[in-house]
């Protein structure tokens, strides 16, 4: 019998093996990669859990957009006598749903409960507003996830509307006073946040355009017309007219045209789209550091005009503003 005779030497005492070296080295490289993939996956969860409540807080701070009506321009081949006429405010469309206020796309209004207190549970049209010519300060304060109460109490609910209403305009508005005295009575030993705006006739034409003058020289943007004779519809319609000494309108920033001279290496004009699909460029009205930094494509912008062109291009566009209500 042959006996095998092994050649490995013996290692002395306390000394690893270079086999047991290479298993201890990848044991504790292995233990690092996995407390270092707990890290990163405990991080993602966080992330993800944080993802999650921004989403479930959105949704609960959505509703569907409400059915609101939405104003034509003015023509003067109307009998204006058939119109209650009101001031058009500058402020933020807001829809009062009996709980919530809510944006014209379905936003709801993070107003405290103190602003809406004795609110009726009729739903209300109207515009959250705080003065002529405070327009972007209105949507600073009332757009805020987190209220700020000193924004808040420089803030009125003027409303015109009984929106789910069955009747004619002319009956709305006396049940909207009824709806608002109500609320004035109830509230008499609190601050009042809910007004109802004024409405009035005329008798002509030419009163009509005098009244338009004299607010505008006091700072209004123009007039509201609505028929009284006419039912509540959503969307745009000739029942509800806006009067201005000229016409705006909304359009969506699409693109882009570079500048040439002055305006070199800056934006010439945006190119924008009305919800017609009619699209034209803008550039009278944007100042120079809107050039620098203008307006985001999908960004929807307010603009002034004198009329349309037969092929229904707006004469005269000048931007006014980004609209930051718009999408809400």
């Not at 479930?56 to 204006?80: F, G, M, W």
């Amino acid at each position: 019998m042959f006996c095998e005779i092994s050649h490995s030497k013996t290692l002395p005492a306390g000394t690893v093996s270079p086999q047991n070296q290479d298993h201890k080295s990848y044991a504790t490289k292995a233990r690092k990669a996995f407390s270092l993939t707990l890290i990163l996956l405990s991080c993602c969860l966080n992330n993800l859990n944080e993802t999650l409540a921004s989403v479930t807080s959105t949704e609960k701070n959505q509703r569907a957009a409400p059915r609101i009506s939405l104003a034509e321009n003015y023509h003067s081949d109307i009998d204006v006598t058939q119109y209650w006429v009101s001031e058009k405010l500058d402020g933020v469309r807001a829809y009062w749903d009996g709980k919530n206020l809510i944006s014209r796309g379905g936003t709801i209004f993070n107003a405290p409960s103190w602003f809406t207190l004795n609110f009726p549970t009729e739903p209300l049209d109207g515009e959250l507003w705080i003065q002529r010519g405070l327009f972007q300060q209105t949507v600073s304060a009332v757009m805020k996830h987190v209220p700020i109460d000193k924004e808040w109490k420089a803030v009125s609910y003027q409303t015109f509307d009984l929106p789910t209403s069955k009747d004619i305009f002319d009956s709305r508005l006396s049940q909207l006073k009824k709806v608002v005295g109500h609320y004035s009575r109830i509230s008499a030993n609190n601050r009042q946040f809910l007004k109802l705006i004024p409405q009035q006739r005329v008798d002509n034409t030419r009163q009509l355009t005098q009244l338009l003058n004299t607010l505008v020289a006091e700072g209004s943007e123009g007039l509201m017309l609505r028929r009284g004779d006419s039912y509540h519809h959503a969307g745009r319609n000739g029942d509800l007219l806006k009067y201005k000494p000229i016409y705006d309108d909304e359009a969506t920033v699409v693109g882009y045209r570079a500048g040439k001279g002055k305006y070199r290496g800056k934006t010439g004009s945006l190119l924008v789209e009305l919800s017609t699909g009619v699209r034209f460029y803008i550039g009278s009205g944007l100042t120079d550091k809107e050039r620098v930094s203008p307006p985001s494509v999908g960004s929807v912008i307010s603009f002034s005009f004198s009329g349309l062109t037969d092929n229904g291009i707006p004469r005269h566009a000048r931007f006014l503003r980004i609209r930051p209500d718009a999408g809400l």
